[in-house]
């Protein structure tokens, strides 16, 4: 069931910015950094190859906004420079070739009405992407960090996982930005872990959502059933309903 939405919440989303625009590079195990260290691994003029195979229904079009015949979906036209899941709105998730450890992000996406997407870091740790419109705080809303899980006897939070500080998000249909700052968690030569992953900072449509949080576990029922580590990939979520992004960059950053 949604959750109900709310007047402040929604006037909290007109405090926004613009997303700033990825510049051109090769994706995938070759990509280059630009002179700032940014890599693209997906934006103008690249395709899915940054992102292990196979990719499922996932296309590159030209553009994206909400199908005026249901808000629930994502309309395209063909071209490039964007990427979709829609139709069907659900598909495999995308694994990045490439494994990160620090790491810098910026992603820009949409959603459609009630819609459920999400970034994991190393693959395990979860930011939510959520049509969280004029709705209340929460950490499965847009922004949050997901609480833990268990899948049996049916799938069901064990915590309350870390809500963002507000509720920054746009309305179905808009562009929106995630910029956040992750650092892994740390291990000693013999493999035990010395300090949990932390989001060290993250910003939602350029309003800070989470500074100098510490992330004891991997999110969802991801606790239970991997291990912890030091690397893996940026894990893009498709499997919860339809989503389109227009830049993915990361920059990965010294230990």
Do not use: C
């Not at 292990?52 to 490039?80: I, K, Y």
């Not at 996406?109 to 994991?120: D, F, Q, R, T």
């Not at 510490?214 to 606790?223: K, L, Q």
């Amino acid at each position: 069931m949604r959750r109900a939405r709310v007047i402040a919440a929604a006037a909290l989303s007109t405090a926004l910015i613009a997303p700033v625009a990825a510049p051109p590079a090769r994706a995938g195990t070759d990509a280059k950094a630009d002179e700032g260290g940014w890599i693209t691994l997906f934006g103008p003029g690249a395709g899915l190859e940054a992102f292990r195979e196979p990719h499922g229904d996932w296309r590159v079009v030209g553009s994206s906004r909400l199908d005026p015949e249901d808000p629930r979906h994502l309309a395209s036209e063909p071209g490039s420079g964007v990427m979709i899941n829609d139709p069907p709105g659900r598909t495999r998730n995308l694994d990045t070739v490439e494994e990160f450890g620090d790491v810098e992000v910026e992603i820009e996406y949409m959603l459609p009405e009630g819609s459920n997407a999400g970034v994991k870091f190393v693959g395990l740790y979860e930011i939510q992407m959520y049509d969280s419109f004029g709705e209340e705080i929460d950490a499965t809303g847009n922004g949050g960090v997901y609480p833990r899980a268990e899948l049996l006897p049916r799938y069901h939070h064990i915590d309350e996982g870390f809500p963002p500080m507000v509720n920054a998000s746009k309305a179905p249909g808009e562009w929106q930005v995630l910029r956040a700052t992750f650092r892994a968690p740390r291990f000693d030569d013999s493999g035990e872990k010395v300090a949990n992953a932390r989001v060290e900072r993250a910003e939602l449509n350029g309003r800070l959502i989470h500074e100098d949080l510490e992330v004891p576990y991997p999110t969802g029922h991801a606790w239970r059933t991997k291990a912890e580590r030091a690397t893996g990939p940026l894990f893009l979520q498709a499997d919860h309903g339809p989503v389109a992004f227009r830049s993915v960059r990361v920059r990965p950053l010294d230990r």
